[in-house]
């Protein structure tokens, strides 16, 4: 496979955050909260939530990088000079993951964190807290109540991290921390949050509510 190409604009401490995005696509956007409330209403809660996602991860000073699937979308809400470009490759989501940031670690960054778009509740703090936590930790983990985690990071690339997952279940967070033990790696988590599959995701969410009134009828 070819290597991802895009702008690198180094930050002093060679940080970077890769963003895993989907285009959104009528019937093809959280497909499981369009079970509760149709496809045009998931539609339109899934672009607040890649509205929330930019609007946290703009002021970041860290180098950040949309990673995108299935294709790269233009004149969207990543606009060029604050986000670089880059596709997802073929493969499970672990597979995607991994060469995200082996193409990361490849052009010299030293720390690297990776979020989705599916979490209200994280914050630009929340994110910079993970940046931090590396400094002093191989790997941050930011887990969410489903079982699974809006964040992971780590200061090089730990392959088997990525392996082995039975994605999108309960498993995933634990099962990751099992592989974090074996490998001896030190491991700081944050708090708890709350990713949005499903309406009692929605519901749940502090933010999320607001959105329910504002979307749901």
Request: hydrophobic residues 35%.
């Amino acid at each position: 496979m070819d290597a991802v190409l895009y702008a690198r604009t180094m930050t002093k401490e060679k940080e970077l955050l890769i963003i895993f995005t989907k285009v959104p696509e009528l019937g093809k956007a959280k497909t499981r909260l369009a079970a509760d409330i149709g496809d045009e209403q998931a539609l339109e809660v899934y672009r607040q939530l890649l509205a929330h996602t930019r609007r946290i991860t703009l002021p970041l000073s860290q180098d950040k990088v949309v990673y995108y699937t299935p294709y790269i979308a233009t004149d969207d809400q990543w606009e060029a000079g604050e986000f670089h470009k880059a596709l997802q490759p073929e493969g499970d989501l672990g597979k995607r993951m991994r060469f995200a940031f082996a193409e990361g670690f490849t052009q010299g960054y030293s720390r690297i964190c990776i979020i989705g778009t599916d979490c209200l509740d994280l914050t630009t703090e929340y994110v910079n807290q993970a940046f931090e936590t590396l400094r002093e930790h191989d790997v941050v983990l930011g887990p969410s109540q489903d079982g699974g985690y809006y964040l992971l990071g780590m200061n090089r690339l730990h392959p088997q991290l990525f392996a082995n997952k039975n994605w999108s279940t309960e498993s995933v967070a634990d099962d990751t921390r099992r592989d974090i033990e074996q490998q001896n790696l030190s491991l700081k988590e944050l708090p708890v949050l709350n990713d949005i599959d499903t309406i009692d995701d929605l519901k749940q969410s502090p933010l999320g509510q607001k959105y329910v009134n504002k979307v749901i009828e």
